[in-house]
Structures are given as C-alpha cells and as structure tokens.
C-alpha cells in the first residue's frame, strides 16, 4: 500500500517542480514594459553636450587661484550656459540596450565635469563676494543631480547624488552667510528638487527592466543564481541614495530654520514653526518616513 502512495507522492512533487520551473520560465521571459518616448528637446542633451565642451581639469577648482577661477569660467561660459538651459527642460536619460555601451558611461564622466564646472562658477562668486550668484551656481549643481539621472539606472542614480553633494557641501559651508531672502529662496528651490526626485523603488524597477531587456532570459537566470550578491549591491545602492537625500533635508531645514532666526531674532523651537511660512511641510526621514528631527 505504501508503494503507490510513494509514487503518487514522487510524480505529485515532480510535477510541482515543473510548474514552478515553468512559471519561473514564463515570469522572466516577459517583455519588460515599454519606456516612455524622450522629451525633445532632452535636457539630458544639453548636459552631455555641456560636459563634452568643458576641458578635463574642471576638477581642479578647489585649488584654481581667483585669476585662474575666473579665466576658467570666461571662457567656459557657453557651457555653463547650456547647462542652465538643461535645466529649464525636462529631462530623461536615453537607455541603451547593449551591454557594452561605452558611450553611456563616457557620458557619465563628462557630466561630473559639468558639475565641477558649476561648483568652479559659484566658488568665484564666493571670491568675489557675490553670495546671489554663488547661491545659484550651487543651487544648479543641487538640480543637476536628479536631472541628470531621471528616467535611468542605478549607475546614473549614483552619479546623480555624487554630483548633487558636490552643490550640497558648497551650500552647507555657504548657509550661515546668507540674508533671510536668500535662504527663503534656497530653501524653495530645494523643496522644488525634493518633490521631483525619483523615488527609489522606481530606480530599482527600471534597473530590473533595462537588464531583462539588455541579457534577456539567460541574463535573468544569471541574476536569480547571483540573487545575493545582487541584493547586495542594491542595498548599497539604496544606502548611498538615502544618506545624500537625508543630508539635503538637512540643509533645507537649516536653510529654513536660519530665515526664521533672521527673521524673528529667534531660533525655532520646532519644525512646526516653519511651516507654512519657511517650508511647505516638515522633511519626512528617508530611513522612517516620518518627520525629521530638530534641531
């Protein structure tokens, strides 16, 4: 009696494990979902474009003398002001489907130089004593960082927050100099920035998408076998993303909490004083979701 319940059990178990293969076949050789069309004109354009015309020692502009700043961003302008422009459209990055896309991460260096370039402008200004144009000039390194990465992977997200922390270290340094006015309006630029980035669980999505369409089924095999590893990655992935984005809702309740003490001859007791009047509302944690700490 026991051998046929055995084999009904093997064949009932053997059977499972090919309904599972197979579901697991059918799962991973779907299509991923179709990316939206590019807006054209394509910020994203205009940055690479920017980037490509700026020479490779944009870096250097921590220790360029104030001559040397100067003849830099002279005669860089036009980039500079092509940047700008990029900013003033929507923005998405151009996927490309191949494994080795060389031109994509060319790319990715050349716009880092584009955000040195910016940082290379407002460290003049600092120089020169114009505290507007250096606010601006860092403000458009803040905004570069999520533009230049909207609509792409987790390698463009990296360099996104590298370039956005460029702008957000030069604004922490640059805060406890500013007026009421010139906070306010930081302060509003960067709640403007908060509310279009992307949120994370989007990137990891179209991470998964773009390597489903760029491997295929023998690449989504790999991905399961290498499950951990991958995990991983994203996790570190996800850390650096949070850590940048919580340090950004830092500096806008810093930049909002100095207009209120300007204003008023006070410091804020809470965040809640800040609202409606220096933020539209309290930073939520990256980490929790509820409201940031102060001070």
């Avoid at 792409?152 to 270290?169: M, N």
């Avoid at 940048?244 to 004083?273: D, H, N």
């Amino acid at each position: 009696m026991a051998h046929p319940v055995a084999k009904f059990l093997t064949g009932f178990f053997v059977t499972a494990v090919l309904l599972l293969v197979a579901a697991v076949v059918f799962t991973l050789s779907q299509p991923a979902p179709s990316l939206p069309p590019l807006p054209k004109p394509n910020g994203y354009d205009d940055f690479v474009q920017a980037g490509r015309m700026l020479p490779e020692n944009s870096s250097d502009f921590g220790t360029m003398s104030e001559e040397d700043l100067r003849t830099f961003v002279r005669k860089n302008s036009e980039a500079l002001r092509l940047a700008r422009t990029g900013l003033s459209r929507a923005c998405q990055v151009p996927l490309d489907y191949s494994p080795t896309n060389e031109t994509h991460f060319s790319n990715l260096a050349t716009l880092k130089r584009l955000a040195q370039a910016l940082t290379a402008e407002g460290r003049l200004a600092e120089v020169e004593n114009r505290p507007a144009d250096a606010v601006e000039a860092y403000l458009s390194t803040i905004r570069l960082g999520p533009a230049l990465c909207r609509g792409g992977v987790i390698i463009d997200a990296l360099v996104g927050i590298a370039v956005e922390s460029i702008g957000t270290v030069r604004m922490e340094k640059l805060t406890p100099t500013l007026d009421a006015k010139q906070c306010r309006e930081a302060a509003a630029v960067l709640e403007s920035c908060e509310s279009q980035r992307e949120p994370t669980d989007a990137v990891l999505a179209k991470e998964r998408a773009w390597a489903r369409r760029t491997f295929g089924l023998k690449g989504q095999f790999a991905r399961l076998v290498m499950f951990k590893s991958m995990k991983q990655t994203e996790q570190r992935a996800i850390a650096k993303l949070t850590a940048q984005q919580t340090r950004l809702r830092r500096l806008l309740i810093q930049l909002a909490a100095r207009a209120y003490e300007l204003e008023k001859g006070e410091r804020p007791k809470s965040l809640a004083e800040l609202v409606p009047a220096y933020l539209k509302t309290i930073p939520q944690d990256p980490l929790t979701g509820t409201n940031m700490a102060y001070p």
